[in-house]
């Protein structure tokens, strides 16, 4: 981690109208900076919002509300179409359907080689074909895979050609939105050592997104905590796992089953009631601790504090 | 214990236009009363279908078991009629499905599905059937379940609606209740509620669990025992305490390596490599040899019987023929076994004696 701000999000809203009266605010005023190489995790339970904040960073939905800053430039903001383009090469995203995110009737190099062809990166049609191939071999494909369809690859695979597809266009930052959640264990750990392998020798900064937490503090460098479109709790994934103190992270840790049965035998979980809160005022993100923040009101910030330093 | 359950060389194939695919090839094993069984594997290792054919819920054409007993309090149930079959499914075995979503008719509302249980299998008449309903909502921690028993499955969320097929599981007081997998379409937090519920209903009503699931978080939450299968085939059987601190199958090491604990920081995931074989070739020798590090010569040629570790614990590995070279697990594995005073090397743990 080189300790430069590679994205700036800060007070992201992501509100959709389902009625003529009735607003979702699936994201509501999210703030975070990620840093160039690092892994940042995004976990929650489903309908958190921690999609929707990957979707509108990367201008897949128009930000209802707040900022998006890469390398300081505003992602949300008018640009010219040659700034766009600029734009999407250097952001790129992983799905996690790797059943749904390709398209059928096309063969792997055409799919891999889109991105290639909409920025013009390659001159002749050798070089595409062995850009391609050099992509396959990358996330440890055969270079004959090229010439097939997505329907004669298994999950795992599948999920190999997106990474390609992902890479082909030499991106900086990769959103990984639950990746690995439709694949089996085994597959699992192949697809997370290959992020982590490839991000070890071209430096990419990933934004990985999951609810399988233990996968995510394993990947990631730091961890934010989101619930019901707000991040609750912020830190280094080591603290975060350590120190939790928001209720809300406490209770998602307490829940994860882990694959040792002594310590299934004594855990028991934390549920999670929002009730107990401070409710005298608005929470707002205060950092309890250097590289810790936790929503909070002062009076519960000043508990968080005494909490931490036993 | 006595055994309620007992699976004797299950052969179940399907025939399809490619040729046949054999899913099952030849599963033993027996279930306990009161016991809960995990079976753990990847997907298509075949076992979700050792258990449909156990509930005789394999669609016939194009699946057909081909060979083996299942007895079931003495019964065959591999040879039953249809018609004799219907009086035990749903009343003595009973499935809740993995998919909370697709598992209930979103045109009947959830009390009618309870219902039809009831007054199938225990004769009861409707108004008897829609207390015990109510009732059985209020088991599985259903809030306001007077009113909640006439409402329609989309007025429920994920989590309730899997509650409500535990419901119409548990109706007839089965003996052996089948869970497909009953989590893995829920949250975190969810899940441990559920998961939670199916102890506590087991507590009261003694009955048998077998438990399908590829998380083997959640495995060694619930299980009693655990059965891995790989390839049709159950290779490694024993207490969740042999299977977690002594596993013996390389098999089980990869599944075992592949998950992070929360204190591996910077080592690499011990992954399996390649993917499960073709069932409809399955391949000559031991299955998994082709992905397996420490394969031996005649893995290639000669499928490895059971070989047994204790009188619980049984692995089909030809690692544990006494001329097969001495082989220490991977370090993620044995840093697991480690933490519980077991260095790997002791041939038989202990520690599920107890």
């Not at chain 2, 075949?46 to 699946?63: D, M, N, Q, W, Y």
């Not at chain 2, 419901?167 to 089948?178: F, H, R, S, T, V």
Request: charged letters at 25%; a negative charge.
């Amino acid at each position: 981690m080189s300790g430069e701000k590679l994205l700036e999000v800060s007070n992201l809203k992501q509100h959709f109208k389902t009625g003529r009266h009735s607003v979702v605010k699936a994201v509501d005023g999210v703030s975070f900076d990620i840093y160039q190489g690092e892994t940042f995790g995004l976990v929650g339970e489903s309908g958190c919002g921690k999609s929707t904040t990957g979707r509108s960073i990367i201008r897949l939905y128009n930000a209802t509300d707040g900022d998006v800053k890469f390398k300081g430039v505003d992602v949300h903001g008018t640009k010219s179409h040659a700034q766009l383009k600029m734009f999407n090469r250097k952001m790129q995203m992983i799905f996690q359907d790797p059943y749904a995110s390709l398209n059928p009737r096309m063969t792997v190099l055409d799919i891999i080689a889109e991105g290639l062809d909409i920025h013009g990166l390659t001159s002749s049609s050798q070089e595409r074909k062995a850009r391609v191939q050099e992509l396959l071999e990358t996330v440890g494909l055969n270079k004959e895979h090229a010439n097939r369809y997505p329907h004669e690859f298994s999950g795992g695979q599948r999920q190999r050609i997106g990474i390609a597809r992902a890479l082909a266009v030499d991106p900086e930052f990769i959103i990984a939105d639950e990746p690995i959640s439709a694949l089996d264990v085994s597959i699992q750990a192949q697809v997370v050592n290959l992020l982590k392998d490839l991000q070890k020798k071209h430096g990419y900064t990933y934004l990985f997104i999951a609810h399988d937490l233990s996968m995510v503090k394993y990947i990631s460098d730091r961890i934010g905590v989101m619930y019901f479109g707000k991040i609750v709790e912020l830190a280094d994934s080591d603290e975060l796992y350590k120190n939790p103190l928001h209720p809300y992270t406490k209770s998602l840790l307490s829940a994860i089953p882990l694959p040792d049965p002594d310590y299934e035998r004594s855990r028991t979980r934390v549920p999670y009631d929002p009730s107990q809160l401070d409710s005298s005022e608005e929470p707002e993100f205060r950092e309890v601790q250097p590289k810790h923040w936790v929503l909070c009101t002062t009076k519960e910030f000043e508990a968080y504090k005494q909490e931490i330093k036993q | 214990m006595e055994n309620i359950l007992e699976v004797k060389n299950l052969h179940v194939s399907f025939d399809t236009h490619g040729g046949e695919v054999t899913a099952v090839r030849g599963v033993s094993f027996d279930l306990k009363k009161g016991e809960t069984l995990a079976i753990v594997g990847e997907s298509g290792s075949g076992k979700s279908v050792t258990t449909r054919a156990i509930a005789r819920l394999i669609p016939s054409p194009p699946g057909r078991i081909k060979e083996g007993e299942i007895l079931f309090n003495g019964k065959d149930l591999a040879k039953l009629k249809e018609k004799q079959m219907q009086q035990i499914r749903g009343k003595d075995i009973s499935t809740i499905f993995q998919d909370p979503m697709t598992s209930l008719n979103p045109t009947m509302k959830i009390g009618k599905q309870i219902m039809e249980g009831l007054m199938k299998h225990q004769k009861m008449d409707r108004s008897l059937a829609k207390k015990k309903a109510i009732e059985l909502l209020d088991l599985v921690g259903l809030p306001d379940a007077k009113e909640r028993v006439d409402q329609y499955p989309h007025q429920f969320s994920g989590g309730q609606r899997q509650r409500v097929v535990i419901a119409i599981a548990l109706a007839c007081n089965p003996q052996i209740l089948i869970a497909d997998e009953p989590t893995t379409a829920l949250d975190v937090t969810i899940q441990a509620q559920i998961l939670e519920l199916m102890k506590d209903i087991q507590r009261k009503t003694e009955s048998s669990i077998i438990f399908i699931t590829h998380d083997l978080g959640v495995v060694a939450n619930v299980a009693d025992r655990v059965a891995v299968m790989y390839a049709g085939k159950i290779v490694e059987i024993g207490t969740v305490d042999e299977i977690f601190y002594n596993p013996k199958h390389p098999y089980t090491w990869g599944l075992l390596g592949s998950m992070p604990t929360l204190d591996n920081e910077e080592e690499s995931l011990v992954a399996i490599p390649g993917s499960p074989p073709d069932m409809l070739q399955p391949p000559k020798g031991d299955a998994f040899a082709p992905r397996n590090e420490y394969a031996l010569e005649i893995d290639n040629e000669l499928d490895p019987p059971m070989f047994k570790v204790s009188d619980t614990h049984y692995a089909a590995t030809w690692l544990l023929h006494e001329y097969a070279p001495k082989v220490e697990p991977p370090a993620a594995v044995k840093k697991r076994m480690k933490g519980f005073g077991n260095t790997g090397a002791s041939p038989i743990s202990k520690k599920g004696d107890d």
